[in-house]
């Protein structure tokens, strides 16, 4: 008897979305990020997100949604605004991940981080002990000196969103674009 591959693993993450408003203020900072640097894989605005969590290759969709559920249950609707250029560093001078910080209701946001992270854990995903940092990616392995971080930090940003939920997405590699779609959401 042929025994079939019944592996069913997704790559998923949960994360927040973002408002029309933001996405065009994005659009903006992407494109003056784009005319000053070299290299940078950058991100589609309409794939721009706030991870809150990335899962991984895992199967455990009805347990993750479980989390999300449990994850929500005290959380209220708060609001997040874009906050400034910045990146992380990979080698200083060097290539970088370029980021959107977001301000705001940043210890809602915060709490809400931990509440997720209890009820997976709780679920047997193993706690991520790095700092959580939110941000929104706008590329990778981008390059540039510091008189554009400068110029970058003063685009001036405003744009806003109430948080009223959470959503878990599929991530899927397609012909070279990344295609996440939505799996599940949690409403608060
Ligand atoms: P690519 O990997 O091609 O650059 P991507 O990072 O957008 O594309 P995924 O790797 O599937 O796609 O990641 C989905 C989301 O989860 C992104 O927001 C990504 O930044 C985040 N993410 C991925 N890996 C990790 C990780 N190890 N820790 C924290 N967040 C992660
Ligand atoms: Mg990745």
Not at 129 to 153: F, Q, S
Request: net charge neutral.
């Amino acid at each position: 008897m042929t025994v079939y591959d019944t592996e069913v693993n997704m790559r998923l993450f949960i994360a927040i979305g973002l408002s029309d408003g933001m996405r065009r203020e994005l659009a903006g900072v992407s494109k003056a990020l784009k005319e000053r640097s070299s290299g940078g894989r950058f991100v589609p605005v309409e794939n721009m997100h706030i991870t809150l969590r990335f899962l991984g290759e895992t199967d455990a969709l009805y347990d993750i949604a479980d989390a999300m559920r449990e994850a929500c249950r005290d959380i209220r609707p708060f609001t997040l605004a874009l906050s400034e250029y910045d990146f992380f560093d990979k080698a200083a001078g060097g290539k970088r991940t370029a980021l959107v910080t977001v301000r705001g209701g940043l210890n809602e946001l915060s709490i809400l981080h931990e509440a997720l992270e209890a009820a997976l854990a709780d679920r047997g995903f193993p706690r991520d002990h790095k700092r959580y940092v939110p941000h929104i990616t706008l590329g990778r392995n981008v390059e540039h000196d510091e008189l554009v971080t400068a110029e970058m930090k003063r685009i001036p940003l405003s744009a806003e969103t109430t948080v009223s939920g959470i959503t878990l997405f599929e991530s899927v590699r397609v012909r070279g674009r990344m295609v996440y779609t939505p799996l599940h959401r949690e409403r608060f």
